[in-house]
């Protein structure tokens, strides 16, 4: 028996040695041993790539000095907050060498081996070029002010907060690929296929998540990848050529105005992408817009998810133009209320009041984002440093759980919109959550 | 860029998203049109741009081009629209006046489309606010006008 246990105890010793090294080893880089003398970027370079993987974003709080972290994020399992990455050497990443910044960066591993949250999006990293890992070093390293502030511990409870199951998870759900171009593409797919999947992580929010939280994919060969998902109480819309639900309606042109003006014929940023529109996608240059609208556009879409085409009908706005009190409490909501701005006809005022008639938002399988927004109303769109001068109002306080509902109801079926019905507890629900005075208030979700 | 107000085309020197009332007020000189709360709530700044009313306060002046715009300094050159302001003067609406611009344009729009409008019609159709209450006086004058 004794023998038994022994020849027995030598395999499973092994298993937990390799298993222990596997977890808690420290990554090959191709930067291993180089020093800072290597560097030779300049200032743009790198501020740029900052801001093409919207670093502040999270990496920020609304008050505090930029990239000195301490966002909370909500998880499933508790609170965790954003790290310091000033260049501070005893709270920040002064002290990290490149090879060790690049760890965190495109394999999520910190200098000492623990794995990081994948809220952090380093599975879209894993993309980033070299060249572009080396700018971003270099910007964080000699461009950014260090900013003495400790890094706060997550609220997850012991043993849910051991960080090694983590290099399990990375295992299974991340490829740690460099990206690596289609050569039966052109130059100009391949740059915007490159942004997308990598430093822009448009998938963070854009692409359904599986049980453990991981994308479902990470790069357009798969029909989830930017195929919509619900996150922080936005339903982030597929990017993909549906003609209802994503991209189908939209020529590059639009795709591009979207991401340097932050609006166009068929909607105006919000949600979280105000803020990635504010943060990140306005700072890119034309061409590389030009690429992420190219690529985007080659996303085939799915008519069985999207279901059959929108087509414009004016019963509706026949019927809100004849004078005549509407017999629909939402439609009577809507005149009194909306129809200011966004028009009896629907169709907004160009590119400045966007149109509900055929808007993603209202034909979105998930309601939320149109719930969201006629609760909490539009963020402060910001473009050129000009913040914007039509904004949606929150009416939160205007109208009830039951009005909400009616109105987006009407609007889910109207000028020839064809969505399900909203309830006045899902709107319960979203006041609820979007309440700052509640207790169960929405923080960051995993990004 | 032109615009079309009040039967003449006009042509201002004005950023495509400047709201309509901006562009009346100050370019053209159009003080009748009130600024209220400038968030389309009021309703004081209504003005018929084809004969419906609009809160010119949310509106970019872009999306009027080519459209005609009626404004409270011609109103009465329209049938409806002078017995209107003859009603609301018989009914001596106006107290301290400065949402009745907008209270005229808004009943004008309403009558064109609905000859007689039922009490919900009304209700539907006239939610301007007004801070000195004149609300069930506007009702009478719309009433009046529509009962001939």
Redesign the interface.
Known sequence: MKRLLASLAIPVIAVLAVGAWFTTRIPASPFDGQGKSSLSTTLERGEYVARLGDCVACHSTERGAPFSGGLAMGTPLGTIFTTNITPDKATGIGSYTLAQFDNAVRRGVGPDGRRLYPAMPYPSYARLSDDDVKALYDYFMNHVQPVQQANQASTIPWPMNMRWPLALWSAAFTDGRVYRPDPSRDASWNRGAYLVEGPGHCGSCHTPRGLAMQEEALDGSAKAYLSGALLDGWYAPSLRNDHNTGLGRWSEEDIVAYLKQGRNRHGVVFGSMMEAFNNSTQFMTDDDLQGIARYLKSLPGDPDRDGPPWQPDSATTQML??????AMPGA?TY??RCA??HG?DGMG??A??PPLAGATSLLAPDASSAINITLNGGGRVVAGGVSD??RM?ALRSQLSDGQIAELLTFLRGAWGNKAAAVTAAEVGTLRQHTNPASSEVIVLQMR | MEITVNGAVRIVDAE??T?LLWVLRDNLGLTGTKYGCG???CGACTVLVQG?P??SC???V??VAGLPVTTIETVEQDDVGRRIVEAWVAHQVPQCGYCQSGQVMAAT??L???AA??D??I???M?NLCRCGTYNAIAAAIRNVAQG
């Open positions: 133009s004849s004078g005549a009190a509407p009577a005149l009194a200011s701005c009896r005022r160009g400045w009041i001068a039509y109002p | 495509p998203d709201p968030l389309a709530q419906l609009v809160r949310v509106t970019p872009e999306s729009a309403l064109k489309q609905v409008p039922s919900s019609d209700a539907a159709a939610t």
